[in-house]
């Protein structure tokens, strides 16, 4: 069979061949994950975190120790400088990461759980489970999160485990009325009425039949709660509304805005934090991005047909009955 639009020749059964081969897919999710370019960026540069996170601070010295002057810049001694109390900049962004992403991990994975509880069990049990749910979390939404979290963070003790207390109590609601919206849709699927048929009880079917349809979802519910945790953390600590003598990204912030960080130049004490937070934001997000790739059927099929195109070299003007031919 040859293409005659760009001499492009293909042998018979080649193509049916590259079809099965791009639509094969590869064992494992973790491996279609690491796989995907965006998803792969960002896995590597939250392990690059994670791993600063947990060893760092054994390989720095005392973030909060007095070492040299303050507003000292950039060199050999110090590498990012130190603070407006003479502290070692470097030091702080290290120990910092290991508190804010300890509470952005462990809030977002809080807030998933809590969301897909009361998302799943308003979904599906219905009536006035459903009722009284729904308004709990129509509450939730509709108050701001961000004064609500001021309020409630100003009248509890200041620290890291009431910064993600307050982020628990604000973040959950938009996650479960999204997983309440997809269990309503899996309920009426064909397999949940056959299990219902068949006698097995609520939980079974919940846990059994539903959450498994909804894994991505749910993944991509805790990224991004995570996102949110992370940003907002910082912002709420930048404020002041935590304990500001522990040292996190937050704090880093707030004191290089109290010792006027901006105004006197030192710029070295805010670029490193404020860059990290935006690394790890932009690496999650692009895990996300990837997860959609892999679990998103119709951009999975467009995706094999990149693949097995590009491995044949077919251009754009190879023949609509050619492109039919190859896959059959």
Request: proline share 5%.
């Amino acid at each position: 069979m040859q293409a005659a639009n760009q001499g492009v020749s293909v042998q018979p059964g080649e193509g049916a061949v590259a079809v099965k081969a791009a639509r094969r897919p590869r064992s494992g999710f973790f491996w279609q994950l690491i796989s995907n370019r965006k998803a792969a960026v960002g896995v590597g540069l939250v392990t690059f975190f994670l791993l600063l996170a947990i060893f760092g601070p054994f390989l720095t010295e005392d973030p909060s120790a007095f070492v040299s002057a303050p507003h000292q810049p950039p060199s050999s001694e110090y590498l990012l400088g130190t603070t407006g109390q003479g502290q070692d900049v470097l030091a702080q962004t290290i120990a910092g990461a290991r508190t804010s992403l300890t509470v952005g991990f462990l809030a977002g994975l809080a807030v998933m759980v809590i969301g897909a509880i009361i998302g799943m069990a308003s979904g599906f049990l219905g009536g006035w489970v459903d009722s009284v749910l729904s308004l709990f979390t129509n509450v939730f939404l509709i108050i701001p999160g961000l004064p609500m979290a001021v309020v409630i963070a100003a009248y509890l003790r200041p620290g890291p485990v009431t910064i993600g207390i307050v982020l628990v109590i604000t973040g959950w609601a938009w996650n479960a009325r999204v997983l309440r919206s997809q269990v309503l849709s899996l309920r009426e699927k064909d397999f949940v009425s056959a299990a219902i048929v068949s006698g097995e009880g609520r939980m079974r079917i919940i846990f059994r039949e539903i959450l498994p349809n909804m894994t991505s979802l749910l993944m991509s519910g805790f990224i991004s709660a995570t996102v949110y945790a992370i940003g907002a953390q910082v912002g709420l600590e930048f404020l002041g509304i935590g304990d500001v003598g522990v040292v996190t990204w937050g704090t880093n912030l707030y004191w290089a805005s109290n010792n006027a960080a901006l105004l006197t130049g030192a710029w070295w004490t805010v670029v490193p934090t404020g860059l990290c937070v935006a690394l790890v934001g932009f690496a999650l997000v692009l895990v996300n991005f990837g997860i959609d790739e892999i679990t998103n059927p119709r951009l999975r099929s467009d995706r094999s047909w990149t693949r097995m195109l590009k491995s044949h070299k077919l251009k754009e003007g190879l023949t609509t009955p050619v492109v039919r031919r190859l896959g059959q």
